[in-house]
């Protein structure tokens, strides 16, 4: 265990369902993070949020939406995906040090999710 | 763009076995480089390494990072089964703060 913890671990959806990723870090950081991780490819960054706020955005689709309600809980909504979504969602957090520019991530287990 | 190459993709070896696993980067204004573990799902913390020439150890592994040749290795002596995982590499630049730019990773897998 690595004090981040992931919701549900594997999701099915059809491609004009509406649901939700829930991630939780009990180690006290004031980062997070949403990756994707589809087969044979690297770890994407898709967002981050350092004190609540959302500092990092990399050119991912509408369809999904992120949500910091406080430095230990993210989302990631999700609405009218397409099959090639499917992969490994993981949530990672960290402390986030700009003097030191430092960055150890810790990361949650993750959330597979397939679109039919 | 920040770029991380990992050699090589995957290695199978036997359990006993030392295995040294290579990693690649070009960063612009590079911070740190870290290594990290993932067997079944969430990947593992294992190493940062900020400096040239410091290596770090815990236990059976070790790394050790070439500022100058823009490289680093990671080293497993006497391997075993539970050494099998996926081994990532990642690199955080200036750009920002917060992206690690990650290899492709090496499937290493450790027979008995």
């Known amino acids: 265990e690595t004090g981040v913890t992931q919701t549900p671990r594997h999701l099915v959806m059809g491609m004009t369902n509406k649901k939700s990723l829930k991630c939780e870090q009990h180690l006290g950081h004031n980062a997070m993070y949403w990756y994707k991780q589809s087969a044979k490819k690297p770890l994407e960054l898709m967002f981050v949020y350092s004190l609540e706020e959302r500092v990092e955005n990399n050119s991912v689709p509408s369809r999904f939406s992120p949500e910091c309600p406080n430095s230990s809980h993210l989302f990631l909504h999700l609405h009218t995906l397409q099959p090639e979504d499917s992969a490994l969602y993981l949530c990672?957090?960290?402390?986030?040090?700009?003097?030191?520019?430092?960055?150890?991530?810790?990361f949650g287990p993750g959330t597979r999710l397939t679109v039919l | 763009e920040d770029k991380v190459v990992q050699s090589p993709l995957s290695l199978v070896v036997h359990e006993g076995d030392t295995v040294t696993l290579n990693c690649s980067y070009e960063v612009t204004n590079f911070r740190s480089l870290l290594w990290y573990k993932q067997e079944k799902k969430a990947p593992t913390f294992l190493f940062m390494l900020t400096s040239s020439g410091i290596e770090k150890k815990s236990g059976r592994l070790s790394s050790i990072l070439d500022k100058k040749e823009l490289f680093s290795i990671l080293n497993i002596t006497a391997t075993q089964t539970g050494d099998s995982a996926v081994y990532l590499c990642a690199v955080v630049g200036a750009g920002s703060n917060y992206k690690l730019t990650f290899g492709k990773g090496t499937l290493l897998t450790v027979n008995p």
């Open positions: 990672a957090s960290s402390q986030d040090n700009r003097v030191r520019g430092l960055n150890e991530q810790f």
